[in-house]
């Protein structure tokens, strides 16, 4: 079988299953946001790494530095967000061409240590190395979270009400902008003023650590995941770990103004975006009916767009009112590219 077939994540699945013993000190292993390490009785470690390649998450043509520098830590972060955790120390290594400017390295950790500053997270270490293939970037990141209060994707219940913060989709909508090569530079002002807004969603995208924080600290979360590969793709992957299904409904899920003023730019509706748009790391969660007075009362911007329920399958109902399964449309780094999103990373 070929790796295209397998896919990212059944190839994911297959290195899960050869993983030659469970350990009792992994609260969390393979298959979330980032791992859960038990390292006290009450506190678990967070760890989770992500790699960004020249050429498949990033583009140099229109990725400065400091913003590549600003989403490597962000991208890290957002998972421990995910988790209900505090970012608190980091590692990154870097394989760099040999033509770059140190210069261009430095904008980078510009970029990499506003973030870091932001959220108090120390850079503790990492690795360099010269890169004949591009630019390459490897992140991990450890946090921590009390370990009755991590969030899991494993713990939907039918019942369940789905929800996510902000606006989803303008990152997707951001890339394509770069990658026509109008970032910013769309012709009057207005239109400038939508393609900068929806390009900085995809640059310099923001990870929700106080968001996901409250939703750990008041307990009403019951299954937690961020979205970087689209909300069809993150969905799915909720309700395989919890075992459950669910139904959205296509007229709540929330696009911004920017996001639908700037449709006639765009190759897709603006609905595509918020389905199969990745790389928002907004926040999707689902909470039992009995907490939603609770989630209520913490002030998040939020919207709810579904239920979870017990049959395994997942529905969207569209604008018409009619119901119809939910493709998994967001990107999986071996599929075919019919099957691909606009995810990058
Ligand atoms: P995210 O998009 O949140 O970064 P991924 O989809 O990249 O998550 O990864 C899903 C899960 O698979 C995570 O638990 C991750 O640690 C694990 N994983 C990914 N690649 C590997 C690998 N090569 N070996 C072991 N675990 C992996
Ligand atoms: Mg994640």
Known sequence: MKISELGEFGLIDLI???????????????????????????????????????????????????????????????????????????????????????EKILDFYRGFNSLLMTHKVALAGGDTCASPFGMIVSVTVLGEVEKKRVISRAGAKPG?????????????????????????????????????????????????????????????????IDISDGLSSDLAHICKQSGVGAVIDAEKIPLSRTLTRSARMLRNMPLQYGLSGGEDYALLFTVPSARIGKLGALGLAVTEIGTITRTQQRWIVDVHGRKRRLQQSGYDHFARSENNGTRRR
């Open 16 to 102: 899960k299953k050869q993983s030659f013993r469970k350990f009792l000190s992994v609260h969390i292993g393979i298959g979330d946001d980032a791992a859960a390490l038990k390292v006290s009785p009450s506190a678990l470690l967070l760890a989770t790494t992500d790699l960004l390649l020249e050429g498949v998450h990033f583009d140099l043509s229109y990725t400065d530095y400091y913003s590549l520098g600003w989403k490597s830590a962000a991208v890290n972060l957002s998972d421990i967000a995910a988790m209900g955790g505090v970012p608190r120390f980091c590692l990154t290594s870097l394989g760099i061409p040999s033509h770059t400017k140190p």
């Open 160 to 224: 369940d009400r789905i929800f996510v913060t902000g606006t989803l989709g303008d990152s997707a909508a951001g890339l394509e902008i770069l990658q026509s090569g109008t970032g910013g530079r769309g012709a009057g002002a207005g239109r400038k003023r939508f393609n900068s807004a929806l390009v900085k969603r995809h640059l310099r995208p923001t990870p929700l650590i106080a968001e996901g924080r409250k939703l750990a600290l008041s307990g009403c979360a019951s299954a937690m």
